[in-house]
């Protein structure tokens, strides 16, 4: 029986804004199994990129237990939560967040700053990365020397330099056009048939095919999980 990497019960975000009380997720539950590579869709104000923030062990839940490889996120202190991001979850954002006067193997070796690593060994593990990801002769370049696509292939080799076993990516292909889009979503994909577990939330259908299941997020609920309709409660993979 596969295992289980991701389990959300009953998560729901509630925000006060301009005095009122906004529902940003309404009782989500669903379980995703190592290994798996999951898009979660749906227009603007769905919910979809708080659900990947409270995953990501960015913003607590208002009710609800997330446990990530069985660790229930939001019982650890403030401080084990950041070990837990460090070195479980690699992030990879739609404007790549790089530091501009960084190159590109200095940005990747970003995540290693709190190792106990050697500076030779932490150099040696982010051209490795970057020579996975097909940087290898660019690492020594800076942001603004590489192209958009090339930029978010070095996001992508920071996000996997500490190895962690679960990548979470926000519209990693939203600001590339279509052939570079593609390449990066082909990227994603050998990494999950490497081993890694992909939760991406995405706007763009076209990369729909290139994961394994997809779920739909609509007025902060799940209501579609690759196919069928469900209701937010009932939503399990099984």
């Known amino acids: 029986m596969s295992e289980i990497m991701i389990s959300l019960k009953n998560i729901c975000k509630t925000y006060t804004s301009m005095g009122d009380e906004v529902q940003a997720l309404r009782s989500v539950s669903f379980d995703i199994f190592k290994g798996e590579s999951v898009s979660v869709m749906g227009h603007s104000g769905s919910g979809k990129s708080t659900l990947l923030s ?6 607590p839940p208002t009710s609800g237990i997330i446990e990530i490889d069985g660790i229930d996120l939001y019982k650890l202190s403030a401080e084990k939560r950041a070990d837990f991001r460090r070195e479980y979850l690699g992030f990879v954002f739609q404007q790549f967040q790089l530091i501009p006067y960084l190159t590109a193997i200095e940005n990747v070796m970003l995540p290693l700053t ?7 060994e932490k150099r040696e593990m982010a051209a490795e990365v970057l020579k996975k990801v097909g940087l290898e002769q660019k690492m020594n370049r800076l942001p603004n020397q590489l192209s958009g696509g090339e930029q978010e292939r070095v996001a992508i080799a920071r996000a996997i330099v500490n190895e962690p076993p679960l990548i979470l990516a926000d519209e990693p292909t939203g600001s590339l056009d279509t052939k570079t889009g593609d390449e990066i979503m082909e990227l994603f994909q050998k990494l999950n048939e490497d081993g890694l577990t992909v939760l991406m939330v995405t706007h763009n259908p076209e990369n729909v095919r290139y994961l394994k299941r997809t779920i739909m997020m609509k007025d902060g609920m799940l209501f579609q999980d690759n196919e069928g309709l469900v209701t937010p409660v009932a939503t399990k993979k099984v």
Not at 54 to 59: S, V
Not at 114 to 120: D, F, I, L, Q
């Open 114 to 120: 709190t190792t106990k690593r050697s500076n030779k």
């Open 54 to 59: 409270i995953i990501g062990a960015l913003n």
